[in-house]
Structures are given as C-alpha cells and as structure tokens.
C-alpha cells in the first residue's frame, strides 16, 4: 500500500466562496509513482475547473514531465523546494510545456526565480495575516471557520484552500417549506404514489420540475435520450432510480452563500460511494450509497439537525445508521469518503486496507466523483 500513491482533496474557492478549482494532494513515496497514479486517471479526469496538483511532501523533479497533464492541470511548487536545484530544472521545463504553476507556502522575502511566473500563490495564513509580496493572486489556506475566511478576504487575499466552510455549524431550526417539500415528494417516490400526486407538487413549482430534469438529463446519469417530462422520467426509470435525483434536489436546495461549496462535496461524497460501493453491493443499493453520501451534510446546508431530516424521510436502515451513529454496512464508505478529505493519508490508506481496495480503485472513484459534482453545477 505504502509503495502507491493516494489522491486526497480539496476546494480552492473565491471571494464569494463559489469553487473555482479543485486541489489534489498526491500522497506517494517518490515522484515517479505519482506520475504512475496521474497518469491513469486520463479518462475520468475532472474537466469543468482548474486542478491544482500538490506533491504533498515530495520535491518536484522533472520526472514529472512524464505524466501527460491536462490543459487543466496548474502543478503546485513548494517555495522550500526552490533551493533544490531539479526543482529549478523543472520550472523551465513546466513553462515550455505550457503547465501553469502554483507557488505554495511562501513567506514574504522569500528568495524567487526572476524568470518565474506564479499565476497563484497559496499561503498559510495562520502565520501570514496578509497575502503582502506575494507574486500571484493570494490564496489562503489553514483556515478555521467562515469568520477566519471573513478576515483573510478583508486582509487582502483574493480566496482559500480548504474545508473551512464546514467548520461552522449552524443553530438547528426547522425545515424551511421549500427543503420540506422535496422530502415529501422524496417519500412519495419511495412509497410509490399515485403519478397524479407527484405531478401536483412539481406544478407547485416550475423551477424545482426544471432543476429535477436538469439533473436527469445531464452527461452522468448516461440515458440514451432525453427526458421530456417527469411522468416520461417515471416511465424510462422506475420510481426506486428517482430517489437519487430527488436527493440532489435536497442537497442543492439550499441558498446560504456556502451552500454551493458545500453542494460540490456532498454530491462528490455521494458518487464517490456509489462507484466504490459497486463491487460490494448489489446495483439496487447503490442509489442509497449515493444518497447516504449526499445527506451526510444535510445538518449544514439545511440549517436543521440530522435527527430532524431524518425523522421526515423514510431512509432504508442502512442509510440511517450510517448517518446517525456511523455503524452498519455503510458506514466504512461514509469513513472513507471524508478520509478523502483530509490530509491524513495514513489514515485513509489503513481505511482502504481495511475494505480492501486498491489504491487505484480509491483515486479513480475520487477524481470521477468531482468530475460528476462538477458537472452538475457547471
């Protein structure tokens, strides 16, 4: 396992906290074996943002030109590095290849190549209240909480890596009318209602039929024609394929300003247990892998408490369980999807042993996940 290299993440957003790229940390023993794992995720690479690609702890050398790097990609270049002198020999290297380049942990003063070109410039603004002498656009990262993020902005930096918009946890209040809504046509679906009945809620509101069939008919979901209407919905899926796209609905129904940060990684949650699910479940319960992943931040984007949702949704006991007590059988995957969260790729290689998974399934699930929450909110 420790011979592989793992892919954790992060958001990189803006002023306003919309994401405007996604940051891959790879974790792995030496630069090569990174290459190795980059270069196998050509085909599910995510596409709709810039990817920043972090080497985690390791010295950038040009045995990086070896992975074919998308038009996306923006390599990330620790300042400590620029003293070795393959670091240097990479640079020109990048520049010719026409891969942008990040400049990570800088500190004011910091001795830099003049014939460098920093289009972004990460800094920890635990020890750097300011992004002042950066040679790029300021991004903060070691954030904790939106007050922090307030701060940095106000300080001068132009937006931030990292998960500090789930630091805050609001005050449990009820379920807004609108969040309520989807959860009964949600129940609806499960119960197999009358057609007549689910139509009478969608008419109630135009832009949720619109949302719902956006979804449907979006690259992800992969039918072969397009979807006029939800009775036509109900006819090419069935009513147990709907649940999953009524959860999104819940999921993205929200309007806070961090909602779409928080929107981007519970839908990757969800799609990343989908996909790793599928060689342990069977196909009919991977819609509820899906869902278990997506709810998992519904307490935050809704404003309510977890118990609360939960107790208006009829959710099969695997997801419940999951979700309240992190027991049963989906919970390891819940486990695992935030493992890829973090920095702690000790942790999610001991989580991935645990499951048995490859390396290699856990990288492509990730990147394939972001590349679908991407899309939906493109």
């Not at 709709?48 to 990086?64: C, G, K």
């Not at 999921?251 to 599928?278: C, H, K, L, N, Y």
């Not at 059988?329 to 969260?341: G, H, I, T, V």
Request: glycine share 6%; with cysteine.
């Amino acid at each position: 396992m420790s011979q592989i290299a793992l892919l954790t993440r992060e958001p990189v957003v803006n002023k306003k906290r919309v994401i405007t790229a996604n940051r891959l940390i790879a974790h792995g023993p030496n630069v090569g074996t990174v290459v190795d794992a980059l270069n196998e995720l050509v085909a599910d690479w995510p596409t709709q943002r810039t990817v920043f690609v972090s080497l985690a702890r390791l010295v950038p050398t040009p045995e990086l030109m070896n992975w074919v790097a998308p038009p996306n990609a923006m390599v990330e270049i620790p300042a400590q590095a620029l003293a070795h002198p393959q670091t240097l020999q990479l640079l020109p290297q990048l520049r010719e290849a026409g891969i942008s380049t990040c400049l990570t942990w800088f500190s004011p003063g910091a001795a830099l190549p003049p014939d460098a070109d920093w289009r972004f410039v990460l800094m920890d603004a635990r020890k750097h209240a300011t992004p002042a002498g950066a040679p790029g656009i300021g991004l903060a990262w070691g954030l904790q909480g939106l007050d922090a993020f307030q701060n940095a902005v106000r300080s001068g930096y132009d937006g931030a890596s990292g998960w500090f918009f789930l630091d805050t946890a609001p005050a449990p209040k009820a379920l807004a009318p609108g969040h309520a809504q989807i959860v009964r046509l949600l129940n609806l679906v499960r119960k197999n209602a009358d057609m007549r009945e689910l139509e009478a809620i969608l008419k109630q509101d135009v832009a949720l039929s619109y949302k719902l069939l956006r979804y449907i008919n979006s690259a992800g979901f992969g039918l072969m024609c397009e979807i006029q209407s939800f009775r036509h919905a109900v006819s090419i899926l069935g009513y147990s394929n709907l649940s999953k796209w009524l959860s999104l609905l819940l999921v993205t129904a929200s309007r806070d300003p961090d909602a779409p940060a928080m929107m981007q990684t519970s839908i990757a949650r969800g799609r990343f247990m989908e996909q790793i699910g599928a060689s342990f479940f069977d196909k009919s319960e991977l819609d509820n892998l899906f869902i278990t992943g997506a709810f998992s931040l519904l307490p935050t984007l809704l404003g309510t408490s977890m118990q609360s949702v939960l107790d208006e949704m009829h959710l099969p006991e695997s997801v419940t369980d999951a979700l309240l007590h992190d027991e049963g059988e989906f919970a390891p995957f819940l486990r695992l999807a935030r493992m890829c969260e973090s920095f702690d790729s000790a942790a999610l290689a001991a989580q991935a042993e645990t499951l048995q998974l490859k390396p290699s399934q856990i990288n492509k699930a990730l990147v394939g996940a972001l590349a679908f929450a991407d899309s939906l909110q493109a």
